[in-house]
């Protein structure tokens, strides 16, 4: 294949994932959709669970505040010394860990696993989308990002990789094997003494 067959074809590929990425979309607002009629019909029914041939369903209600402004929040809790108002960051990460395996109980172990890397193979998808936007080397959207969507979704992509070590590994302490992994990294770059 001559380099001008590989650029035509790369633009075959680049139409189809297109394409695809149309289809992708289209079945998660369906998903979206029936989902939000399965929890409707729950609470209609006044019941917490239903089983299909294949799978179940299940609804917990809980009340979560949210922050508009987190930096504004956050320099709040430092300045009036409220650490007690943050919850634990490798609470956070059980509690989001949880969530996800609620509703998959009943899938083969291996399975889940595979849904966890592939929701990370998602998100780091999201940050070339985003540095694309950026570049605007779609020619037919041009620029649609700013470079604090590719940093947004960088942190995605970190958050997700954090909550499936914590469904691999079970550890608790999931912030502190992040900083050993971290603190051996800068070891071996030569950037940290570990004698110091």
């Excluded at 172990?109 to 890397?117: A, E, F, K, S």
């Amino acid at each position: 294949m001559n380099l001008g067959q590989k650029i035509d074809t790369l633009f075959l590929l680049r139409e189809e994932k297109l394409k695809q990425n149309e289809i992708v979309k289209s079945i998660q607002r369906e998903f979206d959709s029936l989902q939000e009629d399965i929890i409707l019909n729950l609470q209609a029914e006044d019941v917490k669970k239903a089983n299909g041939e294949k799978a179940s369903a299940s609804v917990s209600m809980g009340f979560y505040p949210t922050v508009d402004d987190l930096e504004t929040f956050a320099n709040w809790v430092v300045k009036n010394g409220r650490y007690e108002m943050m919850r634990d960051t490798n609470e956070l990460i059980a509690a989001v860990s949880a969530w996800i395996d609620a509703d998959k109980q009943d899938l083969d172990p291996r399975y889940l696993l595979r849904i966890r890397t592939d929701k990370l193979i998602e998100e780091v998808g999201e940050v070339q989308n985003a540095i694309i936007g950026v570049e605007g080397s779609n020619p037919r959207k041009g620029v649609y990002a700013l470079p604090s969507d590719i940093a947004k979704e960088l942190l995605d992509v970190a958050a997700t990789a954090l909550f499936a070590f914590r469904h691999v590994t079970g550890l608790d302490e999931v912030m502190g094997e992040l900083e050993l992994h971290i603190l051996g990294t800068a070891v071996r770059a030569g950037v940290h003494d570990p004698q110091l």
